[in-house]
């Protein structure tokens, strides 16, 4: 099936650093990414979704300039949390949906980010 | 908006029980519906799907089917096994242009041999 890799699995920064999660799809293109935070107990939460070569649309109430997305290929996608916050600990997670076929989306096992 | 309701967990079963997880949604239009599973410290897979109404998911020996006139997308298995352990999460396409997923809040089940 297809695989979905994201690097790193955790980070901890400290508050006011920047901090960047990388999204690949190993053995497909993606021409749609998608970023999700998880909260504890707590369902996906769709942040924005990304297609190669454009810029991301964000859902309501995330914020652009703090959730930077870019989807440079159809195998990458990264996501940096700008002047990270302790309130931006999460669990991220990416998903990427093959050319022609939005319906399926194969997930990364998540970034577990904890700002101190 | 679009929206997912699915039981609260923990569930805890025995090995060979029977399982059902209730899934009921909320959506405008005609979504396709998922049921993914995440495995401890491992991603979510998706474990079966629907994409019109009466179809039946299935894989692994669970079954799901997209009931539209109860608005309803019950998990079941008929005799679980400690490796299903794990939190499963119902879903739904969402009413964005690009096929983006609205879940339901996972439940987390549990299988004691």
């Known amino acids: 099936g297809a695989v979905v890799s994201q690097h790193p699995s955790r980070v901890i920064c400290k508050s006011g650093t920047s901090v960047k999660i990388e999204c690949r799809s190993l053995?497909?293109?993606?021409?749609?990414m998608f970023w999700y935070r998880q909260f504890p107990k707590q369902s996906l939460m769709l942040m924005a979704t990304?297609?190669?070569?454009?810029?991301?649309?964000?859902e309501q109430g995330v914020e652009k300039d703090k959730f930077l997305i870019n989807h440079a290929s159809l195998t990458l996608s990264t996501l940096t949390v700008t002047s990270a916050h302790p309130e931006d600990s999460s669990f991220y997670i990416c998903?990427?949906?093959?050319?022609?076929?939005?319906?399926?989306?194969?997930f990364g096992p998540g970034t577990r980010l904890t700002v101190l | 908006g679009d929206s997912v309701t699915q039981m609260e967990g923990p569930v805890t079963l025995s090995e060979e029980a029977f399982l059902t997880i209730n899934c009921t949604y909320t959506?405008?239009?005609?979504?396709?519906l998922f049921w993914y599973v995440q495995y401890p410290g491992e991603g979510l897979q998706l474990l079966l799907k629907?994409?019109?109404?009466?179809d039946k998911g299935s894989n692994k020996g669970f079954e799901a089917t997209y009931r539209k006139e109860t608005t309803s997308f019950h998990l079941e298995k008929g005799s679980v096994q400690v490796s299903d352990s794990a939190v499963y999460f119902c879903?739904?396409?969402?009413?964005?242009?690009?096929?983006?997923?609205?879940f339901g809040k996972g439940t987390k089940l549990s299988v004691k041999p």
């Open positions: 629907a994409t019109k109404a009466d």
């Open positions: 053995d497909f293109q993606a021409t749609t």
């Open positions: 879903a739904l396409s969402g009413g964005g242009s690009q096929g983006n997923l609205i």
């Open positions: 990304s297609n190669e070569g454009s810029k991301a649309t964000y």
């Open positions: 998903s990427a949906a093959g050319t022609g076929n939005t319906d399926t989306q194969y």
């Open positions: 959506a405008t239009g005609y979504p396709s």
